[in-house]
């Protein structure tokens, strides 16, 4: 298996434009998680999805930032409009099951300007 | 929430050195992993280690899951060993909760 896939691996925006992360999980993995990794506030749990049903959502950060998984192989994080603020290292990450072992893509890293 | 500590923040070896990381965490966990972000911020998977003791070629970690703590160690370091290895623990539901993360600096 390739791992987690992210794309863009870089993105750099002007402010107030929508910003779109893609996530491919690993195939068979049934938990799927957004991590936002900053300076000052380290890693930080975003939102995760278990079998494409969002679980929890508690650090996702306001409005703005909306995530969906359609389908077992394909998951979004949506910034509308972006900030400076939310500039950062997006993660996403899968799991098999619950309580077991997370694989992290390579990240997206944002810029917005 | 549950708290991750790592210890120390910085790290810095001369190569060849042997070295131990600390991660306390407040609450009992299911899940505790060590993760080594190379200076591309690549996440790379160490160990999944809740309990118990594994070793892996110059890495080894210990979790000792009744007194909260876990340790990593690197032994013989290389230049290659240089980033940040940060411990992620889970608790109730499948959520990883990152500690701060421990900078290491191997010197030739």
């Known amino acids: 298996d390739a791992g987690v896939i992210q794309s863009p691996r870089h993105e750099v925006t002007e402010m107030g434009q929508e910003v779109t992360l893609r996530c491919k999980p690993i195939?068979?993995?049934?938990?799927l998680f957004w991590y936002r990794q900053t300076m000052m506030r380290g890693l930080e749990l975003l939102i995760y999805?278990?079998?494409?049903?969002?679980?929890?959502d508690s650090g996702m950060p306001e409005d703005r930032f909306s995530a969906k998984m359609p389908n077992a192989s394909f998951s979004t994080l949506k910034i509308q409009p972006s900030e400076p603020r939310d500039s950062a290292v997006y993660f996403c990450a899968s799991s098999l099951e619950q309580e077991t072992e997370a694989f992290f893509g390579q990240g997206t890293r944002l810029t917005v300007v | 929430g549950i708290q991750v500590e790592q210890s120390p923040p910085d790290l810095i070896l001369q190569e060849g050195a042997n070295s131990t990381l600390r991660c306390n965490f407040s609450?009992?966990?299911?899940?505790l992993q060590w993760f080594h972000q190379n200076p591309w911020g690549q996440l790379i998977n160490l160990f999944y280690?809740?309990?118990g003791t594994k070793q892996n070629g110059r890495l080894s970690a210990t979790t000792v899951a009744t007194e909260r703590y876990s340790l990593l160690y690197i032994s013989s370091s290389q230049t290659t060993d240089s980033g940040v290895y940060f411990c992620?623990?889970?608790?109730?539901?499948?959520?990883?909760?990152f500690g701060g993360g421990t900078r290491v600096l191997v010197k030739p």
């Open positions: 195939s068979g993995h049934d938990y």
């Open positions: 280690i809740p309990s």
């Open positions: 999805f278990n079998n494409n049903v969002p679980i929890d």
């Open positions: 609450d009992s966990v299911n899940n």
């Open positions: 992620a623990v889970g608790a109730a539901g499948n959520k990883l909760t």
